[in-house]
Structure formats: C-alpha cells, structure tokens
C-alpha cells in the first residue's frame, strides 16, 4: 500500500507564493508519474501538473508560467512551487501518484487560499 502525505498548503495574499510537497512511503517499486490535482468548490477536479520520473513535465495552461513541479526521486516526494497566486487558485490541492502497475493513489488534500 502507498501513502501520501502533502504539506504546505494556507492562506496568501494575491501575488504571493507557496510551495507544497507531497511525500509518498510504503512499498513503491517504481512510479510511473506524480502529480497535482486542485479541486475549487463546486467545480470538477482538474489537473494541475505532473512530473515522470525522466523529468518531463506537464502543466495546465491557467498555471503556466507561474507554478514549478519538481520531484526527488530519491526521497519520493514531488514539489510544487506556487508564485504569482490569484485568487482563482484557490481550492484543494491533491498530490496523485501512480505506480508501476497503473495503480493510482491520492493524498487527503491540502487547502490553499488566495485572499486579500
């Protein structure tokens, strides 16, 4: 079984940064991809950005430019930079990995707020 443990969510001002990070543990024999889902209330949860383990990233393009995903494979945990927030960043931020056998897990969420 796989668990995944994020961190680094709150509440910041327009403009502002944060970085979350999402360590996974358990028996993982290889990952595939890790990634970043965010939910807002009442809309469908959307991607955010993934990271495979060669380094090749994807980001959706509302986070381009302003958010990094990075990953140390060695600790299996996945980062995401957050600059430039808005306030239509605001939701819950869900790390999401996926391992050798397609199995996919997701951590429990972790909430950002942008507000003035």
């Known amino acids: 079984q796989v668990q995944l443990v994020e961190s680094g969510g709150g509440l910041v001002q327009p403009g502002g940064s944060l970085r979350l990070s999402c360590a996974a543990s358990?028996?993982?024999?290889?990952?595939?991809?890790m990634g970043w889902y965010r939910q807002a209330p009442g809309k469908q949860r959307e991607l955010v950005a993934t990271?495979?383990?060669?380094?090749?990233?994807n980001y959706a393009n509302s986070v381009k430019d302003r958010f990094t995903i990075s990953r140390d494979n060695a600790k299996n945990t996945v980062y995401l930079q957050m600059n430039s927030l808005k306030p239509e960043d605001t939701a819950v931020y869900y790390c999401?990995?996926?391992?050798?056998?397609?199995?996919?897990?997701w951590g429990q969420g972790t909430q950002v707020t942008v507000s003035s």
């Open positions: 990271i495979v383990s060669s380094g090749r990233t």
């Open positions: 999401t990995l996926q391992t050798w056998d397609y199995s996919d897990y």
């Open positions: 358990g028996t993982i024999f290889r990952i595939n991809h």
